[in-house]
């Protein structure tokens, strides 16, 4: 159970680094990961009695 365990902990270890590094390197390779740029405009009443 315990070898079970240890090999789980380093496939999580292996994919959070595999993650930052997907993070950091991604965009050299085409990936985009910024949000869309929209302007959103919205009428606001200051005076709602």
Do not use: C
């Amino acid at each position: 159970m315990g070898r079970i365990l240890k090999y789980l902990f380093y496939l999580l270890v292996l994919g959070a680094i595999g993650l930052v590094g997907y993070a950091y390197v991604g965009p050299f390779f085409g990936a985009d990961f910024s949000p869309p740029q929209t302007e959103i405009r919205l009428p606001v009443d200051l005076d709602a009695r």
